[in-house]
């Protein structure tokens, strides 16, 4: 490993001016979860790294506002996250997933902002974050903007941020009538990281026809991708077996899917026929059982 230099700032706005617009070498750190594991094979040779850990309290809060949204802090751990009567009680769907990303060693120290901002398009939080209509907060030195989290992933490890912006929190929607679930399909243990990840988010007419609906996938592509063909071909429909056959039939076809380690393309392509219709009956059941994957 070369040397590199660390310093330890105690506000964001401290820690966006420690880093060098142009420099890919200086970096932030959240938990080093994913950056040490990048620094030991040397994909990441950095100069200096910016830990955020002494960073004010405020930005490892986790809140829901007046109006319902939920504000993760960039710095929240993912353990804060899986453990919070919050998030349990208003946005199930995240509960359950934490409980099997990666391991609790990993979730103690790995943050909400280095989660969003790894890219690896394998994560977990990513595609569900993104069916759930969230978007982050980012901080530079010119102030805040607004990021959606699926416009937040440009391809494997690349986000929408400048190299001297911080991702200071994520803000989820409330769920109101919607319903939602994540597949996560793995190869091996539950928690290793997927082959396929599906999150689904759905709300229901009187009829009984799906009035919303929001698909998108991680693991098959470079990025998170939403299956914006299948959601428009589903909205509007009872989704029966037949309906959610045809969706999954369609969701195959229309993707170019990459294989990895973890499933060739083909593998993944019937994971896909198999778990559109899956998923979608798990969010509509969570509505009876208050379960869901
Ligand atoms: C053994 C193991 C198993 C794993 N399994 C899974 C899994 O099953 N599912 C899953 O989803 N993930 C998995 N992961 C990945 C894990 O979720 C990430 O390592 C973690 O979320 C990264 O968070 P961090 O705070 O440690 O980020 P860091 O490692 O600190 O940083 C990651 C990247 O984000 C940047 N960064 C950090 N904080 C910010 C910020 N606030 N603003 C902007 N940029 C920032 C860093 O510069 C770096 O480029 C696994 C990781 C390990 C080590």
């Known amino acids: ?84 009567s919050l998030v349990q009680q208003g946005w199930p769907v995240l509960t359950r997933a934490l409980h099997n990303l990666a391991n609790v060693r990993v979730r103690n120290v790995a943050t909400v902002g280095g989660c969003m901002a790894h890219a690896d398009p394998h994560m977990d939080l990513p595609p569900i974050l993104a069916a759930l209509g969230a978007h982050a907060v980012v901080l530079g030195p010119t102030g805040e903007r607004v990021v959606s989290i699926e416009a937040l992933h440009l391809g494997y490890y690349e986000v929408a941020l400048a190299r001297n912006e911080l991702i200071a929190k994520v803000v989820v929607p409330p769920m109101g009538p919607k319903l939602a679930a994540y597949s996560k399909v793995t190869t091996r243990v539950k928690h290793d990281w997927p082959a396929l990840g599906l999150a689904v988010s759905v709300a229901l007419a009187d009829d009984g026809c799906l ?68 998923t979608v009956r798990v969010a509509l059941g969570a509505a009876h059982e208050g379960i869901a994957q």
Request: aromatic residues 4%; hydrophobic residues 45%.
């Open 1 to 84: 490993m070369t040397p590199f230099d660390f310093v330890r700032p105690h506000s964001l706005s401290q820690a966006v001016a420690l880093l060098d617009p142009d420099d890919p070498h200086v970096l932030p750190v959240g938990g080093a979860t994913a950056l040490i594991q990048m620094m030991k094979v040397g994909v990441l040779r950095p100069t200096r790294l910016v830990f955020l850990d002494r960073v004010e309290a405020l930005h490892s809060e986790i809140r829901v506002d007046a109006q319902g949204n939920l504000h993760l802090g960039g710095l929240a751990r993912l353990s804060a996250l899986e453990h919070s």
């Open 211 to 278: 009035r919303e609906v929001s698909l998108v996938l991680g693991a098959v592509m470079d990025k998170p991708t939403r299956l914006v063909s299948v959601e428009d071909m589903l909205r509007g429909t009872r989704p029966d077996d037949k309906v959610l056959r045809e969706a999954g039939a369609v969701a195959a076809a229309s993707l170019d899917i990459v294989g990895d380690t973890h499933g060739s393309a083909s593998y993944k392509k019937q994971l896909l026929r198999t778990y559109i219709g899956r």
